[in-house]
Nanobody, 127 residues
Framework: LQLVESGGGSVQPGGSLRLSCAAS????????IGWFSQAPGKEREGVSC????????NYADSVKGRFTVSRDNAKKAVLLEMNSLKPEDTAVYYC?????????????????????WGQGTQVTVSS
């Protein structure tokens, strides 16, 4: 599974961005997808995740109510809608895939649980 992120950029506080994660090389139906952020000098941390079928989502407390994750397996795409952005959201954002067996509803905010990673996209929130 290959993943490519896009949609990052620079916005003012309170602004919005929509990140996309495009998959290729394998069907997305068997992959939970996680979004992770990594700020300079900090460890990579979980932002959001979504189960393979899209029925269950999870969010870090810091983004609850502001970010929304969704997916379209037919289009092999996962989106992260980011609203009410804050300067502390500034980071490189990565999407990652974790293989799951059919019918298993799983996702996690732990980077080591995922083994297919995109190259990342920069998000900068600054006035």
């Amino acid at each position: 599974l290959q993943l490519v992120e896009s949609g990052g950029g620079s916005v003012q506080p309170g602004g919005s961005l929509r990140l996309s994660c495009a998959a290729s090389g394998f069907t997305l139906d068997y992959y939970a997808i996680g979004w992770f952020s990594q700020a300079p000098g900090k460890e990579r941390e979980g932002v959001s995740c979504i189960t393979s079928g899209g029925g269950i989502t999870n969010y870090a407390d810091s983004v609850k109510g502001r970010f929304t994750v969704s997916r379209d397996n037919a289009k092999k795409a996962v989106l992260l809608e980011m609203n009410s952005l804050k300067p502390e959201d500034t980071a490189v954002y990565y999407c990652a895939g974790g293989f799951v067996s059919y019918g298993i509803n799983w996702c996690a905010l732990t980077p080591r649980a995922f083994n297919s990673w995109g190259q990342g996209t920069q998000v900068t929130v600054s006035s």
